[in-house]
């Protein structure tokens, strides 16, 4: 095949007339430009790749910082679910005590043996959500979750120093050991 690349695209009938001669103008102006006008043309382009790579570069770390965070957080949550775990304590099948808690707004229960009332009441033992239950803890595990995820321990009645004002009862307190 004989002729330029443009004669050729004609005669394929991929190019038509005027994209030919559009074509030469630009080609004709290159030529004409002055050497400082293609080095600025020349500069503004890699400009523009430069500008293109660090806004990549810029996402790029945008999205690695999300994915370690997500990463860690779901690392804090697999630890706090080893702690509550491996620390749980068992609870015997002959448990008959009733222990009430409030969790939010709600309140909760959990049957416990008589020998682990007083030292729940005395944040010895402290209770922690395990999944969609509770589990009991030892109070030195529940600081080390506490640390890491509170929303897991539930608040000991004397943490909750809620007050409202219109309350009649808010010069009662409430004792510890008190089975509702």
């Given at each position: 095949m004989a002729g330029s690349l443009?004669?050729?695209?004609?005669?394929?009938?991929?190019?038509?007339k005027q994209q030919a001669k559009k074509a030469t103008i630009e080609k004709r102006k290159k030529k004409k430009q002055s050497p400082d006008e293609v080095a600025a043309e020349?500069?503004?382009?890699?400009?523009?790749?430069?500008?293109?790579?660090?806004?990549?570069?810029?996402?790029?770390?945008?999205?690695?910082?999300a994915r370690d965070a997500e990463q860690a957080e779901r690392a804090i949550d697999a630890q706090v679910k080893q702690l509550i775990e491996h620390h749980q304590i068992t609870i015997s099948e002959r448990a008959e005590t009733r222990y009430q808690f409030?969790?939010?707004k709600t309140i909760k229960h959990i049957y416990i043996d008589?020998?682990?009332?007083?030292?729940?009441?005395?944040?010895?033992?402290?209770?922690?959500?395990?999944?969609?239950?509770?589990?009991?803890?030892?109070?030195?595990?529940?600081?080390?979750?506490e640390q890491r995820r509170p929303e897991r321990i539930i608040p000991l009645s004397s943490d909750q120093q809620v007050s409202d004002e219109d309350d009649p009862y808010a010069d009662y307190a409430i004792p510890d050991d008190l089975m509702w």
């Open positions: 443009q004669d050729q695209l004609l005669k394929a009938g991929l190019a038509n020349k500069a503004k382009q890699q400009a523009d790749i430069q500008a293109k790579r660090e806004q990549k570069a810029a996402q790029d770390r945008a999205l690695n910082e409030a969790d939010g008589e020998s682990m009332f007083q030292p729940l009441t005395r944040a010895q033992i402290r209770v922690a959500k395990l999944g969609e239950g509770y589990a009991l803890v030892p109070a030195v595990v529940a600081e080390r979750i």
